[in-house]
């Protein structure tokens, strides 16, 4: 995989301004290292035992962090911070992550807030950015939601957002979102480098359906998961409190089914996971209701989990999409409650069906204490990427190393269960449920 994409990161110009973070370029005098310029890792980690091969530059990881020397005269930079799409646990984190590195750091002291995504940069929309310091940002990671707010939408207006840039003579700007923000932050970055403009665009990933090309993980999905295993809880009790009960709960997930598939694991409590990567039928003697059935009929009781994305291809009848170009969705959680309910009456057995769906209560939470750790890194990261005059990058996590990762390698494509893979089998160990639950001559 690794091979077919060039991982080397663009830069602005050659950096020649000494970074006023004081720390060392020696191994061995207890003082915080620069990360130099020679400092990579590979993304793929298998070997083959007698396997050598040559590894070019294009191949490997460039490590995140400060660098000795930077691109940017602090004293000059106005520097810009966005949130676009939907909420997402932590995004008030990389938020005051991003102001605190830059105002201590760096001594950056011009830092503005975008109002409710690209819309903010459009006149049309008449938002003023809002003054970002320390005092302004402290206790923003204590709330869910965003500080600056968010929406969907605006960033194909790529020269109307341009305009807006040079007229607030903004230097840098940190994109937070998605893959959707992060493929028009990079229509952003081209037209820059058309104008020859030198402004930073440095992404930090925002989804908490963890399915960013490459990257190890993305922040909120570990508070996603903690809230999930939550609400599973409450879905197993009134199951196994009432005659025949179900308990039906709809989790994040549009493409990849790595909430559901973690949360499974998690709770213990789980008994049937579906999700977008691994085909199910409904009916016949081989589909999901026959197994539920059976379930019910030995056990008494069940929790099943269903990824928003599972099904869609079967339940949309008409492509639409929203202000972010996403697909919309059917409502898969409702039609299997009712596809569920309707099974159980034809065979005339009682069941108490309940059907939870916590997906905005769980996308607006504040960050729980590994988020907020994982945010303040990215956060700082991001800041040294775009001080040292990188661009078009996005900051994440690989093999545990924090790194600078192309924009256009990271929405390439979207990362997925396996369902060879390790993650995905030991899911089915937790859940007991069949690895296939389709029919011989049907795979629908």
Wanted: hydrophobic content about 40%.
């Amino acid at each position: 995989m690794s091979g077919t994409f060039d991982f080397t990161i663009e830069e602005l110009g050659k950096r020649n301004i000494k970074s006023p973070i004081v720390m060392s370029t020696v191994q061995g005098d207890m003082i915080a290292n620069y990360v130099t310029e020679d400092q990579f890792i590979r993304l793929e980690t298998g070997v083959k035992p007698g396997a050598q091969t040559a590894i070019k530059r294009e191949q490997i990881l460039e490590c995140a962090g400060p660098r000795e020397m930077i691109y940017f005269m602090p004293q000059h930079v106005h520097a810009g911070i966005v949130s676009c799409g939907g909420l997402c646990p932590g995004i008030n984190d990389v938020i005051r992550a991003v102001v605190r590195c830059l105002w201590y750091r760096y001594g950056v002291k011009r830092i503005s807030g975008i109002r409710y995504g690209y819309k903010g940069f459009l006149p049309e929309y008449s938002y003023e950015p809002r003054k970002l310091e320390p005092d302004a940002v402290d206790d923003i990671h204590k709330l869910g939601g965003t500080y600056l707010g968010s929406a969907r939408g605006g960033g194909k207006e790529v020269a109307k957002i341009v305009d807006a840039l040079e007229q607030l003579n903004l230097n840098i700007l940190f994109t937070i979102g998605g893959d959707g923000t992060q493929r028009g932050s990079l229509d952003i970055a081209n037209e820059i480098e058309k104008r020859k403009l030198k402004i930073a665009m440095v992404g930090i990933p925002k989804t908490v359906d963890n399915d960013f090309a490459f990257l190890q993980k993305s922040f909120g999905f570990d508070t996603a998961v903690d809230k999930a295993v939550g609400v599973v809880a409450s879905a197993h009790m009134e199951a196994s409190s009432q005659i025949n009960g179900i308990g039906l709960v709809k989790l994040m997930g549009r493409e990849s089914g790595y909430i559901a598939a973690h949360t499974a694991l998690a709770s213990h409590e789980v008994n049937f996971v579906l999700i977008p990567e691994v085909p199910f039928n409904l009916e016949g003697y081989n589909g999901f209701l026959a197994h539920l059935e059976k379930r019910i009929v030995t056990r008494k009781h069940a929790v099943v989990i269903v990824a928003e994305g599972a099904m869609q291809e079967q339940l949309i009848t008409e492509k639409k999409t929203d202000a972010g170009g996403n697909l919309k969705f059917a409502d898969v959680g409702t039609y299997l409650r009712d596809r569920i309910q309707k099974h159980f009456d034809e065979k005339k057995m009682e069941i108490n069906l309940k059907y939870i769906d916590p997906s905005y209560q769980i996308r607006s939470a504040p960050a729980i204490p590994s988020d907020s750790i994982y945010c303040e890194r990215l956060g700082n990261a991001a800041v040294h990427a775009a001080m040292a005059g990188k661009t078009k990058v996005i900051i994440g996590l690989v093999n545990n190393e924090f790194v600078h990762l192309p924009m256009s390698a990271a929405v390439s494509h979207r990362s997925h269960v396996d369902p060879e893979g390790n993650l995905w089998r030991d899911t089915l160990d937790a859940t007991h449920q069949p690895a296939m639950m389709v029919n011989k001559f049907d795979s629908k």
